[in-house]
C-alpha cells in the first residue's frame, strides 16, 4: 500500500493503517501461534477422515472409523440386556400377579416399568401418573376398563379405540345431543349430578332418573356404578375424566366423549409392557 512506511521507532514497516495518528506496525504473526493454526488445520482434516463429519441428504459421512455415538449407546443397551437377561427371562416367565410374591423380580420390574412409563407414559399420564383432564388418573381406584395388573397389561398392550390393533378396547358413548331434547339432557345432567352433589333441583333430577334408565342404564348400570367390561365410568363418585360440573357433563353428554390411547404392544417389547403395567398397578390404586 502507498501508506506503508518504515517506523522511525523501531524500524517495522507499517501496514498503512492509522487511527488518530496511531499506525499499525506489520508485524508477524508469533510463530507458535502459526504452528498452533497449522496443527488444528492438520487435526480437522484428519477428524474428517477418520469420524463421521460431512452431511448429506440421507445421512452424514461415517468415517473410516465408523464411529457413532448411537452405534456406542446401541451397544450399552445391548450389555445392559445382558445383564439382566436372567431377570427379563423371569418376569416374562411369571404370572404378573406373582411377580410380588418375588421380591426381586417385582423390584425390578417396578424400576424398568417407572422408566418406561417416563418415557412413553408421562406425556398424557403426567409424570406423576395423576393424569389431566381426559387423560385418567393411575393413581386412585377408579378403574375405566378394570384395575387388576392382568387387566392393565391388556389395556396397555392393546390401547383404547385405536384402529391399529384388533383387541384393542372398545365402546363408544352416543352423542345424545342427537337424541334427546335439550331439557331431556339438562334433566339427566342433574341426575347425574345429584348422585354426587347434595346441592341439585330434586324435581329435575327425578325426571332426569327416568331419561337415564332408559337411555344410560345399559352401559352404566342401575346405580351408574359404571361397567369394567364395557369402559362405562363410575357416575356416582366425584371422579371425572372430563369434569363434573353441569357445563361439562352437558357437553359430554351431547357430543360425547372419545379418547384413544396406542397400543403400546406395537411399540415396546413384551418385557417393557409387563414391566409398565407392574409399575402403574404398584402406583397404589391398582386392584
Not at 331439557?183 to 327425578?206: C, F, G, R
Not at 331419561?211 to 342404564?217: E, S, Y
Request: with cysteine; hydrophobic share 40%.
Amino acid at each position: 500500500m502507498a501508506d506503508r512506511k518504515i517506523d522511525e521507532e523501531t524500524g517495522v514497516e507499517t501496514t498503512g493503517h492509522s487511527w488518530d495518528g496511531i499506525e499499525e506496525l506489520n508485524n508477524p504473526l508469533p510463530r507458535w501461534w502459526l504452528w498452533c493454526l497449522y496443527a488444528t488445520i492438520v487435526w480437522g482434516i484428519g477428524y474428517v477422515i477418520a469420524f463421521p463429519a460431512w452431511p448429506m441428504i440421507s445421512g452424514a459421512t461415517e468415517g473410516m472409523l465408523g464411529w457413532s455415538t448411537r452405534g456406542n449407546v446401541a451397544q450399552e443397551i445391548v450389555a445392559h440386556e445382558a445383564k439382566n437377561e436372567t431377570l427379563v427371562t423371569a418376569m416374562l416367565d411369571t404370572e404378573l400377579a406373582e411377580l410380588p410374591a418375588n421380591a426381586d423380580l417385582h423390584r425390578y420390574a417396578v424400576a424398568r416399568g417407572a422408566s418406561v412409563f417416563r418415557a412413553q407414559c408421562s406425556q398424557c399420564h403426567g409424570s406423576g401418573a395423576a393424569g389431566a383432564k381426559g387423560y385418567p388418573n393411575l393413581l386412585d381406584n377408579d378403574w375405566l376398563w378394570g384395575g387388576t395388573v392382568d387387566e392393565i397389561a391388556h389395556t396397555v398392550a392393546h390401547g383404547i379405540r385405536n384402529e391399529t390393533d384388533d383387541d384393542a378396547r372398545w365402546s363408544e358413548m352416543p352423542a345424545f345431543g342427537e337424541i334427546l331434547e335439550d331439557e331431556e339432557i339438562a334433566a339427566t345432567v342433574e341426575y347425574v349430578v345429584s348422585l354426587s352433589n347434595p346441592d341439585h333441583d330434586a324435581a329435575l333430577a327425578t325426571a332426569g332418573a327416568e331419561l337415564f334408565a332408559d337411555n344410560c342404564v345399559a352401559c352404566h348400570g342401575e346405580n351408574a356404578l359404571g361397567n369394567p367390561d364395557l369402559g362405562a365410568p363410575n357416575l356416582a363418585d366425584v371422579i371425572w375424566l372430563y369434569g363434573g360440573d353441569r357445563d361439562t357433563l352437558t357437553e359430554t353428554i351431547y357430543y360425547s366423549r372419545y379418547g384413544v390411547m396406542p397400543a403400546w404392544g406395537q411399540r415396546l417389547t413384551d418385557a417393557d409392557v409387563r414391566a409398565v403395567s407392574s409399575y402403574v398397578h404398584a402406583l397404589g390404586g391398582g386392584q
